[in-house]
């Protein structure tokens, strides 16, 4: 099993490439709208996930648990989306959230801007002037959305395996290089492999989503690794009981042998006024 996954800018023509390697790799197409459906499946309303689509948060939306709650849903949506077979995932940070693992091909696609306007302008009616408008609109709002949730350089090079100019280069002509590419690296043993570490990566999700949203354990900057059987939790908790409380969930969790934790236990501090003025107690 193997998954190719497109970043691209806006009229890069990300859609069309990414349709036709799907059709010449006989892969699944997983679009904006499959993920959506996805993470609208966990019960993530859709002005949740409008707020913070390919775009990054205003302030007030950056401190929202709303902010935390869309990424966690948004990586299940990419993981359960790759778990399911061999697929072409587009946009979304998909590369970025697959990234380490064996198996997965991450590609970007960009094109000059002249280019890009003259197609704008065609796919929206508009003049020049709007149409880099919307183009300028666009690419701030993808770099916004990956340097805030993954902290990457959206356009950088050493984010992917390999970019391609849509400018000069056809749909047609880009699936069979990336098909190319693929012929090289993903071999039988490398697929082998990464069906193990895909599935790591599952159980290291699901197990974050239990601890964190049906048992509601108060574990702060929850980050969960499985590899050969082992769960190891990092974090901050403010209880060994409510770390106790994560291990035994994590052992629970299938293919789950052993549990240890490298949660940090720090206890809460506040302000409390007496007459004599501001002390630090803790609470």
């Known amino acids: 099993m193997a998954i190719i996954t497109i970043s691209r800018e806006l009229a890069a023509l990300g859609d069309e490439t990414a349709q036709e390697l799907a059709k010449l790799l006989r ?7 499959t993920l959506e459906e996805r993470i609208k499946s966990y019960g993530v309303a859709e002005q949740k996930i409008e707020k913070y689509d390919e775009r990054k948060p205003s302030f007030w939306a950056a401190l929202s648990q709303d902010r935390d709650d869309y990424l966690h849903y948004l990586k299940m949506s990419v993981l359960a989306e790759a778990g399911a077979g061999n697929s072409v995932i587009i946009g979304r940070g998909a590369g970025i959230i697959l990234k380490d693992i064996p198996g997965v091909l991450s590609v970007f696609l960009g094109a000059p801007q002249d280019i890009r306007a003259e197609r704008v302008k065609s796919y929206f009616h508009c003049d020049d002037r709007r149409a880099r408008q919307i183009i300028e609109q666009s690419d701030k709002d993808r770099r916004g959305f990956h340097h805030y949730f993954f902290d990457t350089e959206w356009r950088h090079p ?24 693929w012929d090289q690296l993903i071999t039988k043993e490398v697929e082998d492999t990464h069906t193990l570490r895909l599935r790591e990566r599952l159980v290291s999700q699901n197990i974050k989503h239990e601890i964190l949203y049906d048992m509601e354990i108060p574990i702060h900057f929850l980050e969960v690794e499985v590899s050969q059987g082992q769960a190891v939790l990092y974090g901050v908790a403010n209880s060994q009981s409510s770390v106790e409380a994560a291990l035994i969930a994590a052992l629970e969790a299938d293919g789950v042998t052993d549990a240890r934790s490298e949660i940090q236990i720090v206890r809460e501090y506040g302000i409390i006024a007496n007459s004599a003025g501001n002390s630090l107690r803790l609470f």
């Open 27 to 33: 892969y699944r197409f997983v679009d904006k709208q």
């Open 158 to 181: 050493s984010a992917y395996h390999l970019a391609l100019n849509t400018g000069y280069l056809s749909p047609p002509l880009c699936a069979r290089i990336i098909q190319s590419l």
